[in-house]
């Protein structure tokens, strides 16, 4: 008689155990899921923000691209040569940012709740390098801006002394913007001058969205 109520007891206890179990596996299930739709969320946010920039962004582009053709076409001389090619290579560059940020605000926009976390790891990273690249690939055409006031005249006629500055000038901010080109990469995210370059809330929205999508990973793993 003890034995058989011994073994209902432990059957109970073990019910109670299995119920306990698959409760907590429910709670855990629950909340893992509202603190992914929850970090999703702040990450979509601040997503959202970073596309309203760069739509901005986009149309200054554009017009500034305009701006120099229309400079460009209407102060074409000779003694403008340098001014001209100077502003063609600016206007190049800004026409390569323009379209790099149009493909980035098409990649926010493909970032959703539907995307698994593997998916929208892969957008973000991808969103964070290309804002790297465009980046430094501005930087390039730093030179130019020193080149801007440069004539045909003043060459010929500023002697040595007006040769000297000017590539010593240009030459300097050549290889600042070589420099930058090539040091700008995440590996260098904890360096000061690389937080004193990427200190914009452009930079900010990127890493946050990336933070809060990590966070469900370790969530997960946890």
């Not at 109970?12 to 893992?32: F, G, T, V």
């Not at 001058?193 to 990973?217: G, H, N, P, Q, R």
Request: charged content about 15%; aromatic content about 12%.
């Amino acid at each position: 008689m003890e034995d058989v109520t011994l073994q209902n007891l432990w059957k109970q206890y073990d019910q109670q155990l299995q119920e306990s179990r698959l409760l907590n596996l429910q709670a855990w299930a629950l909340n893992k899921q509202n603190f992914e739709m929850l970090q999703t969320q702040k990450a979509k946010n601040k997503l959202n923000k970073l596309a309203i920039f760069k739509k901005w962004a986009v149309a200054l582009g554009i017009g500034l691209v305009v701006l120099l053709c229309f400079l460009i076409i209407n102060t074409t001389t000779w003694q403008g040569i340098f001014f001209n090619i100077s502003l063609g290579m600016i206007a190049l560059f800004t026409l390569l940012a323009v379209m790099a940020y149009i493909r980035q605000v098409v990649l926010i926009h493909q970032i959703d709740e539907s995307n698994s976390l593997v998916e929208t790891q892969q957008k973000l990273a991808l969103l964070q390098s290309s804002t790297l690249r465009i980046t430094g690939i501005l930087w390039l055409q730093m030179p130019f801006y020193c080149t801007m006031s440069l004539t045909p005249a003043m060459l010929a006629n500023g002697g040595i002394k007006a040769w000297v500055i000017s590539i010593v000038v240009t030459g300097l901010f050549t290889l600042a913007a070589i420099w930058l080109y090539k040091n700008i990469h995440y590996k260098n995210r904890h360096k000061k001058w690389f937080k004193l370059l990427f200190s914009s809330l452009e930079w900010t929205y990127v890493t946050k969205a990336i933070e809060y999508i990590d966070e469900i990973d370790r969530f997960k793993k946890e």
